[in-house]
């Protein structure tokens, strides 16, 4: 059973970056694809980002292209989330999943549904 456990989130003034880390254990972290969710105060939570098993494929939603990468350290059973001109509306609580996987290296997946663990959330908060 794998464990997620996200870190680095805060407080930032609008235009600022923040990186959030989210270490995995439990589980073989390498056969993980990985993803990034948020989840705003009266709204769903949404996807954010995701990369693949493979790590050689990403998606991210509109609104961070540009703006957000995620990366992954599979030394250290991490995945990354670098949040750059941060900006009020990116106010959330962001949470990290994985989707263990023998084949499908290259998908990335951006549902709820098609992650099977979850972190706890580590809160952003962007000032204007």
């Known amino acids: 059973q794998g464990q997620l456990v996200e870190s680095g989130g805060g407080l930032v003034q609008a235009g600022g970056s923040l990186r959030l880390s989210c270490a995995a254990s439990?589980?073989?972290?390498?056969?993980?694809?990985l993803g990034w969710f948020r989840q705003a105060p009266g709204k769903e939570r949404e996807f954010v980002a995701g990369m693949s098993k493979s790590g050689y494929s990403t998606n991210y939603v509109d609104s961070v292209k540009g703006r957000f990468i995620i990366s992954r350290d599979n030394a250290e059973n991490t995945v990354f989330l670098q949040m750059n001109n941060l900006k009020p509306e990116d106010t959330a609580l962001y949470y990290c999943?994985?989707?263990?996987?023998?084949?499908?290296?290259?998908?990335?997946?951006?549902?709820?549904?098609?992650?099977?663990?979850w972190g706890q959330g580590a809160q952003v908060t962007v000032s204007a």
């Open positions: 439990g589980g073989t972290f390498s056969r993980y694809a």
């Open positions: 999943a994985a989707r263990p996987l023998i084949f499908l290296a290259d998908v990335v997946w951006t549902g709820e549904k098609d992650y099977h663990y």
